[in-house]
């Protein structure tokens, strides 16, 4: 039977006499199938305990497109390989040699690590350009001969997936994985609308500044009250992008957040600009390692033969993968995915990075079925992740080495990151027994992590998961919390959850 909620006999937290009444007076088992009546969609759930046996189930091996809930896969694997203190290093290295008036014969290069965080402020890339200033001014080079050089060939030159959607591309959350990052992959557009409906709208490329792409504005102003459409179709086979879509004539001054699919050349041109404010010219400019280079690539030094001047570290992996599930960060879930393929599988490819998930997985004694991942974030639809298969993997990665740090790095729903207004009307004291990672797309609402029952000091792991929803967002938002304060419910026995 596929749809059955149901305990065995030696886990009494969700025995089946238990599950009676939620908040509603209705039955897990048939809120669940209203649900599923009422918004046309299909709901799987698996809550496993802290061993990783079943507690309850509904459409549990049901292979469902998870969104961001792929996110805990992908993290969860990286803490596990590359240990929650890892960092990122960015190194400054230079070929050639300094004369005695203090002349860089060669190319200064940044050595990218694939650091994620990498200048992702204005106000960390102020402080991050004068660490690497002052090294190379103690180093003795006043002046480059050569070029500035962004080297991000760490990783492949792939930054998404064929899997994603032409829409996505363009997009803030579009930002892909680099061996050389900047201001997390993105840039800010300033959008003002015209004075007519049918004109251009004004736009404005505002940080960072990348003058050597071409950027057409094909947009236009729409009616009063009329939906912002405005995308960035690009590319990391081009420099050239256009935007395209609606802007309404009341809309004001916005920002659009979108993505920079060259920040190893953006890194360099900006650190190269910060030199010659500072006194160090380079005579050739700034350039990267991939499709910007004007030189033969056997005319790049290797990395082996540079010298080196100072290296720089991220934050320890641990606060990236907070950052990463708090904020649902994609470049950043992208560049663990491709990390710990680098890291275990000798490659960052996502060729790699599939194929060391996969065998991680298998290592870890979890059966993959209804598991089929293609990128990091879960941006892709062509992810698919069984409710029993996260539950499971859920606990394992409770009970690892790793367990505490990935499990402090979900939020808190109703208090932090991208669950902050989730089950807002449960007591705090409830719902802050819960940790979890949200995902959503067009039709598609799921939530997974752990809750801390009454009276039990190990959490059980729970996956919740609604695809195919052809209604308004909000409804089904509404009628999964509901299913979640019953699934709190029944771990509170005796409790009165909501305010």
Same mark, same amino acid.
């Given at each position: 039977?596929?749809?059955?909620?149901?305990?065995?006999?030696?886990?009494? =937290?969700?025995?089946?006499?238990?599950?009676?009444?939620?908040?509603?007076?209705?039955? =897990?088992?048939?809120?669940?199938?209203?649900?599923?009546?009422?918004?046309?969609?299909?709901?799987?759930?698996?809550?496993?305990?802290?061993?990783? +046996? *079943?507690?309850?189930?509904? +459409?549990?091996?049901?292979?469902?497109?998870?969104?961001?809930?792929?996110?805990?896969?992908?993290?969860?694997?990286?803490?596990?390989?590359?240990?929650?203190?890892?960092?990122?290093?960015?190194?400054?290295?230079?070929?050639?040699?300094?004369?005695?008036?203090?002349?860089?014969?060669?190319?200064?290069?940044?050595?990218?690590?694939?650091?994620?965080?990498?200048?992702?402020?204005?106000?960390?890339?102020?402080?991050?350009?004068?660490?690497?200033?002052?090294?190379?001014?103690?180093?003795?080079?006043? /002046?480059?001969?050569?070029?500035?050089?962004?080297?991000?060939?760490?990783?492949?030159?792939?930054? *998404?997936?064929? /899997?994603?959607?032409?829409?996505?591309?363009?997009?803030?959350?579009?930002?892909?994985?680099?061996?050389?990052?900047?201001?997390?992959?993105?840039?800010?557009?300033?959008?003002?609308?015209?004075?007519?409906?049918?004109?251009?709208?004004?736009?404005?490329?505002?940080?960072?500044?990348?003058?050597?792409?071409?950027?057409?504005?094909?947009?236009?102003?729409?009616?009063?009250?009329?939906?912002?459409?405005?995308?960035?179709?690009?590319?990391? =086979?081009?420099?050239?992008?256009?935007?395209?879509?609606?802007?309404?004539?009341?809309?004001?001054?916005?920002?659009?957040?979108?993505?920079?699919?060259?920040? *190893?050349?953006?890194?360099?041109?900006?650190?190269?600009?910060?030199?010659?404010?500072?006194?160090?010219?380079?005579?050739?400019?700034?350039?990267?390692?991939?499709?910007?280079?004007?030189?033969?690539?056997?005319?790049?030094?290797?990395?082996?033969?540079?010298?080196?001047?100072?290296?720089?570290?991220?934050?320890? =992996?641990?606060?990236?993968?907070?950052?990463?599930?708090?904020?649902?960060?994609?470049?950043?879930?992208?560049?663990?995915?491709?990390?710990?393929?680098?890291?275990?599988?000798?490659?960052?490819?996502?060729?790699?990075?599939?194929?060391?998930?996969?065998?991680?997985?298998?290592?870890?004694?979890?059966?993959?079925?209804?598991?089929?991942?293609?990128?990091?974030?879960?941006?892709?639809?062509?992810?698919?992740?069984?409710?029993?298969?996260?539950?499971?993997?859920?606990?394992?990665?409770?009970?690892?080495?790793?367990?505490?740090?990935?499990?402090?790095?979900?939020?808190?729903?109703?208090?932090?990151?991208?669950?902050?207004?989730?089950?807002?009307?449960?007591?705090?004291?409830?719902?802050?027994?819960?940790?979890?990672?949200?995902?959503?797309?067009?039709?598609?609402?799921?939530?997974?992590?752990?809750?801390?029952?009454? +009276?039990?000091?190990?959490?059980?792991?729970?996956?919740?998961? /609604?695809?195919?929803? *052809?209604?308004?967002?909000?409804?089904?938002?509404?009628?999964?919390?509901?299913?979640?304060?019953?699934?709190?419910?029944?771990?509170?026995?005796?409790?009165?959850?909501?305010?």
């Amino acid at each position: 039977m596929a749809n059955k909620i149901f305990s065995h006999a030696f886990s009494a =937290l969700l025995a089946l006499s238990a599950i009676t009444a939620n908040v509603h007076g209705q039955t =897990l088992a048939d809120l669940i199938k209203d649900t599923e009546m009422r918004e046309g969609c299909i709901i799987s759930l698996a809550v496993a305990d802290a061993g990783g +046996n *079943a507690l309850a189930e509904w +459409n549990a091996d049901y292979p469902m497109v998870p969104a961001s809930t792929m996110k805990t896969v992908t993290t969860g694997l990286a803490l596990q390989e590359l240990g929650s203190g890892f960092r990122f290093r960015t190194s400054i290295a230079y070929s050639g040699y300094t004369d005695s008036l203090g002349t860089l014969h060669g190319d200064l290069y940044i050595i990218g690590g694939a650091d994620p965080t990498l200048a992702s402020t204005r106000k960390k890339q102020d402080s991050l350009f004068s660490i690497w200033g002052n090294a190379i001014k103690s180093a003795g080079i006043d /002046s480059i001969a050569g070029s500035v050089i962004g080297d991000a060939g760490l990783f492949p030159d792939e930054m *998404a997936p064929g /899997s994603w959607e032409w829409g996505d591309l363009g997009t803030y959350y579009g930002a892909g994985a680099s061996g050389l990052s900047f201001h997390e992959n993105s840039i800010s557009i300033r959008i003002i609308p015209a004075e007519k409906t049918g004109q251009r709208p004004y736009a404005e490329q505002i940080y960072p500044e990348t003058p050597w792409m071409h950027i057409d504005n094909l947009s236009t102003t729409g009616p009063r009250w009329s939906p912002n459409t405005i995308l960035l179709y690009t590319s990391e =086979l081009s420099p050239v992008a256009e935007i395209r879509g609606s802007y309404p004539i009341n809309g004001g001054i916005n920002i659009e957040e979108c993505c920079n699919k060259y920040p *190893a050349m953006t890194c360099a041109y900006h650190f190269d600009r910060y030199l010659a404010a500072n006194g160090i010219n380079s005579l050739s400019g700034p350039m990267d390692t991939g499709r910007f280079t004007t030189r033969d690539h056997s005319e790049f030094a290797d990395r082996d033969s540079l010298r080196y001047i100072i290296t720089t570290y991220s934050e320890p =992996l641990s606060s990236i993968v907070a950052k990463t599930n708090m904020e649902s960060n994609n470049m950043y879930a992208e560049t663990l995915f491709k990390m710990t393929g680098l890291q275990t599988g000798g490659s960052a490819s996502y060729e790699t990075a599939i194929k060391t998930a996969g065998k991680l997985l298998e290592k870890m004694g979890i059966d993959t079925k209804g598991y089929r991942q293609t990128d990091g974030s879960g941006l892709s639809r062509q992810n698919l992740v069984s409710a029993r298969f996260l539950s499971t993997f859920l606990s394992k990665t409770a009970a690892g080495p790793e367990g505490k740090a990935f499990i402090e790095s979900l939020p808190v729903p109703g208090h932090e990151g991208t669950l902050k207004h989730v089950l807002k009307d449960v007591k705090p004291e409830y719902s802050s027994r819960i940790r979890a990672k949200s995902g959503s797309m067009s039709g598609v609402r799921c939530y997974a992590g752990y809750i801390f029952p009454y +009276n039990q000091e190990k959490p059980v792991a729970f996956a919740l998961m /609604s695809n195919n929803h *052809a209604g308004k967002g909000s409804d089904m938002q509404k009628a999964i919390e509901e299913i979640l304060k019953a699934l709190l419910a029944e771990l509170m026995p005796g409790k009165s959850i909501v305010l």
